[in-house]
């Protein structure tokens, strides 16, 4: 993430951009193109940037590949970048194709702001709560959905997940994924967010502690709760080198947003997110009903310390149910409980 001011005329204007690739980790091109362009966008909605001016995709087409493999994939993945761009509000004019010996997808967004349209991620004081807007678990419903076809894999997990089981998984860790960040970046100004950040790679803990060490104030992360994809923590407990899951370490794609809200808002907020009508299945024309939003919890808090981040010993495991039908993936639960309160130690 870059941020660059310029002061013209006595007004403030700051470009925002961010960069981000990577391989594809789902077998479905048209949804990993969704995937590719919202997790290029996060890291402008963890800042509370609605608005993109323009996007740039990056892609590399594997030298591997045939003509007719090459013909099939590749449009449906840049299809899928295209439509979530648009849903974003913006537009991809341009980008970079290279030849590779791999399949690579990512891209630029960018963005000229005031200063008051963006939130920087380093005003969290103690009181506040931790709030999280997509369930964890992606990384491990992928990796389990590959081991579906590896027998000596499967056979660790089969006892705690059925095949059918595997695949509504892959399906919800798929559709969570391809969900832009938008709708909580727009609510963090709402409900006076004090910071955040998207949770992708380094896993829950890693970007908490990130997180922790931009803060201003002397500040600690104390997660309490642990929103999982459902089945995916017994997967974890089950499959070996999958058990960081429960310790905040595996890896997530395109996650949701961590963020700091004072306590009396963090309510309001997770219930503004399920209200909305910002999910995927809305944009991909699928009728959901009244209440079709995201989901968000109340995971932690934060409290006087040395900006640090941990999880309790005995974390809360919320089991994220299966939202009961799978991802149209070329064309376009209920759960109204309150948030988890977040027990003080």
Same mark, same amino acid.
């Given at each position: 993430?870059?941020?660059?001011?310029?002061?013209?005329?006595?007004?403030?204007?700051?470009?925002?951009?961010?960069?981000?690739?990577?391989?594809?980790?789902?077998? =479905?091109? *048209?949804? /990993? @193109?969704?995937?590719? !362009?919202? $997790?290029? #966008?996060? =890291?402008? *909605?963890? /800042? @509370?940037?609605?608005? !993109?001016? $323009?996007? #740039?995709?990056?892609?590399?087409?594997?030298?591997k590949m045939n003509e007719k493999e090459r013909d099939q994939v590749m449009p449906l993945?840049?299809?899928?970048?295209?439509?979530?761009?648009?849903?974003?509000?913006?537009?991809?004019?341009?980008?970079?194709?290279?030849?590779?010996?791999?399949?690579?997808?990512?891209?630029?967004a960018s963005v000229v702001c005031q200063p008051n349209d963006f939130i920087m991620p380093?005003?969290?004081?103690?009181?506040?709560?931790?709030?999280?807007?997509?369930?964890?678990?992606?990384?491990?419903?992928?990796?389990?959905?590959?081991?579906?076809?590896?027998?000596?894999?499967?056979?660790?997990?089969?006892?705690?997940?059925?095949?059918?089981?595997?695949?509504?998984?892959?399906?919800?860790?798929?559709?969570?994924?391809?969900?832009?960040?938008?709708?909580?970046?727009?609510?963090?100004?709402?409900?006076?967010?004090?910071?955040?950040?998207?949770?992708?790679?380094?896993?829950?803990?890693g970007h908490a502690r990130n997180l922790a060490q931009q803060q201003k104030n002397d500040?600690?992360?104390?997660?309490?709760?642990?929103?999982?994809?459902?089945?995916?923590?017994?997967?974890?407990?089950?499959?070996?080198?999958?058990?960081?899951?429960?310790?905040?370490?595996?890896?997530?794609?395109?996650?949701?947003?961590?963020?700091?809200?004072?306590?009396?808002?963090?309510?309001?907020?997770?219930?503004?997110?399920?209200?909305?009508?910002?999910?995927?299945?809305?944009?991909?024309?699928?009728?959901?009903?009244?209440?079709?939003?995201?989901?968000?919890?109340?995971?932690?808090?934060?409290?006087?310390?040395?900006?640090?981040?941990?999880?309790?010993?005995?974390?809360?495991?919320?089991?994220?149910?299966?939202?009961?039908?799978?991802?149209?993936?070329?064309?376009?639960?209920?759960?109204?409980?309150?948030?988890?309160?977040?027990?003080?130690?």
């Amino acid at each position: 993430m870059h941020i660059v001011h310029e002061i013209t005329e006595g007004l403030c204007l700051s470009l925002v951009q961010t960069t981000d690739f990577f391989y594809p980790l789902v077998e =479905d091109p *048209y949804m /990993m @193109g969704r995937i590719a !362009c919202a $997790n290029v #966008l996060s =890291d402008l *909605y963890a /800042m @509370g940037i609605t608005e !993109c001016d $323009n996007m #740039l995709m990056l892609l590399s087409v594997s030298q591997k590949m045939n003509e007719k493999e090459r013909d099939q994939v590749m449009p449906l993945m840049m299809k899928g970048f295209r439509d979530a761009a648009e849903e974003a509000g913006t537009l991809v004019t341009g980008g970079q194709t290279v030849i590779n010996p791999w399949i690579i997808v990512g891209g630029v967004a960018s963005v000229v702001c005031q200063p008051n349209d963006f939130i920087m991620p380093d005003s969290a004081i103690p009181g506040d709560v931790l709030v999280l807007t997509k369930p964890l678990g992606t990384q491990v419903a992928v990796n389990a959905h590959r081991w579906l076809d590896i027998p000596e894999k499967w056979n660790k997990i089969k006892l705690v997940i059925s095949r059918e089981e595997v695949e509504q998984a892959y399906q919800e860790a798929m559709l969570n994924m391809a969900t832009l960040n938008r709708t909580a970046a727009a609510l963090m100004h709402k409900f006076n967010a004090h910071a955040a950040t998207d949770v992708t790679g380094f896993g829950i803990i890693g970007h908490a502690r990130n997180l922790a060490q931009q803060q201003k104030n002397d500040v600690a992360f104390v997660i309490h709760n642990l929103p999982i994809i459902s089945k995916m923590a017994a997967i974890s407990k089950a499959g070996g080198s999958l058990s960081g899951l429960l310790q905040g370490t595996s890896s997530e794609t395109s996650g949701g947003l961590l963020i700091c809200l004072p306590r009396e808002q963090a309510a309001r907020f997770c219930a503004e997110m399920k209200s909305s009508r910002g999910g995927l299945s809305g944009a991909m024309g699928q009728d959901g009903g009244a209440g079709d939003g995201q989901q968000a919890w109340i995971i932690g808090i934060v409290e006087k310390g040395s900006r640090c981040a941990r999880i309790i010993d005995k974390p809360r495991i919320i089991e994220v149910p299966y939202r009961g039908s799978m991802v149209s993936t070329q064309e376009g639960s209920n759960n109204n409980a309150s948030p988890p309160e977040v027990q003080l130690t």
